[in-house]
């Protein structure tokens, strides 16, 4: 199926994925429309000739705005946090995403694309993990959300009615990424990132153009009720990436320390914040999403979809680098 002359909605479009998703949509000629919570943002974007809706995912009545006249909607829109109150987690991530998929089936779109993660397989999956899991929650709230959301989506997947497809990215990194590019520099900056272990754990490549790729082409394929790893099919140790990273934007490589010591330090840390009522800067949990070794199998998707990463590792490291050097001095 072509997607040439479809219209397609993207909630989360002024994030990182969701506009880069909506920049390539457009130049092969799909026509977008999206949902965003930043006014400015939703300004920026119609400037580039996208229909965008302000509003929340929570909010149903924007939710109905943004996916009128859409053939399918590609639900990007997250709580993108290593930890935090679960119930806020589900709030966004579980029911807000079924009430999406409700209102998409009602408004005549014919299926929603959701973003899940890697993260449903917890951080001790084993190598090449495959779709088929082990599925492990490990006490983390995304992680935990992420498995729920798509437990409770797939209950709607009744194609040709309606269909639901999960993409499961990996460490979604480029130009703008947050939690790969953007925090770390900030951390580094205030001296306040350091690797667990020697940052000997992989981490798994996502180019964010790769992502994209691989989104278009499930969708075009039709393949509901499905799920797919997406990256770039390449992991190099956190320690590497993060060192190049440091050094794009100028900063000393982050300091290595024991995962127990990291921990400890940070729930001290996170005590003291607490005292003065700000939230602390790191969290345990997000030494856990570095700690993680192995790499994530993609066969499924290079079988069933074709997909090969269009844009190779050193390429997009080069293009997440000079981005960098031109605004770590701004983030």
Aim: aromatic share 8%; net charge positive.
């Amino acid at each position: 199926m072509k997607l040439k002359g479809k219209t397609v909605c993207i909630t989360g479009i002024g994030g990182f994925i969701g506009k880069r998703l909506a920049e390539i949509a457009q130049e092969r000629g799909i026509r977008v429309r999206g949902i965003e919570l930043d006014p400015g943002r939703a300004d920026e974007l119609r400037k580039q000739g996208f229909t965008v809706i302000v509003g929340s995912t929570s909010d149903s009545k924007a939710l109905t705005g943004a996916v009128k006249g859409s053939d399918y909607v590609i639900h990007t829109a997250a709580i993108v946090r290593e930890g935090g109150s679960l119930e806020e987690f589900r709030k966004v991530n579980v029911r807000s995403s079924v009430e999406l998929a409700k209102i998409a089936r009602e408004s005549g779109a014919k299926g929603m694309v959701h973003y899940s993660s890697v993260m449903v397989y917890g951080f001790t999956y084993p190598p090449f993990v495959t779709e088929q899991g082990p599925f492990r929650g490990e006490g983390n709230p995304y992680c935990i959300t992420k498995i729920e959301g798509e437990s409770a989506l797939l209950k709607l997947n009744d194609p040709p009615k309606f269909g639901i497809l999960l993409i499961r990215p990996g460490d979604v990194y480029g130009p703008g990424s947050g939690p790969w590019v953007v925090r770390p520099i900030q951390l580094m900056k205030k001296k306040l990132f350091s690797l667990p272990n020697g940052g000997k754990g992989r981490i798994n490549l996502t180019y964010v153009d790769n992502l994209v790729e691989g989104t278009l082409l499930a969708l075009e394929k039709q393949a509901w009720g499905e799920a797919f790893n997406i990256t770039d099919g390449t992991t190099m140790t956190w320690r590497e990436y993060f060192d190049r990273l440091a050094e794009s934007a100028g900063l000393s490589k982050p300091f290595s320390a024991p995962a127990w010591f990291l921990k400890g330090l940070i729930l001290l840390m996170s005590a003291a914040y607490k005292l003065i009522g700000k939230e602390p800067p790191a969290t345990k949990e997000g030494v856990n999403f570095i700690l993680r070794e192995n790499p994530i199998s993609i066969e499924k998707a290079k079988s069933l979809l074709g997909y090969r990463p269009t844009i190779e590792t050193e390429t997009a490291l080069k293009k997440t680098s000079d981005w960098v050097k031109v605004y770590a001095k701004s983030l």
